[in-house]
T-cell receptor, first 112, second 116 residues
Framework: GENVEQHPSTLSVQEGDSAVIKCTYS??????FPWYKQELGKRPQLIID?????GEKKDQRIAVTLNKTAKHFSLHITETQPEDSAVYFC???????????FGKGTTLSVSS | GAGVSQSPRYKVAKRGQDVALRCDPI?????LFWYQQALGQGPEFLTY????????KSGLPSDRFFAERPEGSVSTLKIQRTQQEDSAVYLC??????????????FGQGTRLTVV
């Protein structure tokens, strides 16, 4: 079945710096790759997603890139702010289309 | 409704006790998912419903776990004879799409289960 690996597990940056989180997936049939942000004690919330027919998508300070050949995708956050501090999860859908398989998460800390 | 609603928010169960966790998805959402999230980990898939049909239960860890969605809206996850390793946050999510997962999955706030 689908397996999603996420790196790094923790990331500390200064306010204004960029942050990059990388994920790899195993199932070549996966075609949907969302990113979720989860603040402490709260529900995961979608911040951006990408489908397999595009290589890059941007929404203000957040961008995601997808390399289907290499089976990896990345989240880029520019001009980081303290409120970006949270746990970020990447995910990929399984071949059957019945589940999102999540990575183990990256704890991002932005210090001012 | 405003979003996916789960109850209770917190549940403490004695080992061996049965528990039932409830999920109210967003009205009209076809797909419903249950996930288990251990402390410091990502959500782990448990089961998937398309309307009232349970199409995937491959993630249920044992036959002590049972889920239903009899009328295609509210869902209940039941855990029988709870064990300490069942302690986790149980997340429910719903999405508008059916088997096409290219639509956003909205999560509830979860039920934190602690087995003592």
């Amino acid at each position: 079945g689908e397996n999603v690996e996420q790196h790094p597990s923790t990331l500390s940056v200064q306010e204004g710096d960029s942050a990059v989180i990388k994920c790899t997936y195993s199932d070549s049939a996966s075609n949907y790759f969302p990113w979720y942000k989860q603040e402490l004690g709260k529900r995961p919330q979608l911040i951006i997603d990408i489908r397999s027919n595009v290589g890059e998508k941007k929404d203000q300070r957040i961008a995601v890139t997808l390399n289907k050949t290499a089976k990896h995708f990345s989240l880029h956050i520019t001009e980081t702010q303290p409120e970006d501090s949270a746990v970020y999860f990447c995910a990929a859908n399984n071949q059957a289309g019945t589940a999102l398989i999540f990575g183990k998460g990256t704890t991002l800390s932005v210090s001012s | 409704g405003a979003g996916v609603s789960q109850s209770p928010r917190y549940k403490v169960a004695k080992r061996g006790q049965d528990v039932a966790l409830r999920c109210d998805p967003i009205s009209g959402h076809v797909s419903l998912f249950w996930y288990q999230q251990a402390l410091g980990q990502g959500p782990e898939f448990l089961t998937y419903f398309q309307n009232e049909a349970q199409l995937d239960k491959s993630g249920l860890p044992s036959d002590r776990f049972f889920a239903e969605r009899p009328e295609g809206s509210v869902s209940t996850l039941k855990i029988q004879r709870t064990q300490q390793e069942d302690s986790a946050v149980y997340l429910c999510a719903s999405s508008l799409g059916s088997t096409d997962l290219n639509t956003e999955a909205f999560f509830g706030q979860g039920t934190r289960l602690t087995v003592v």
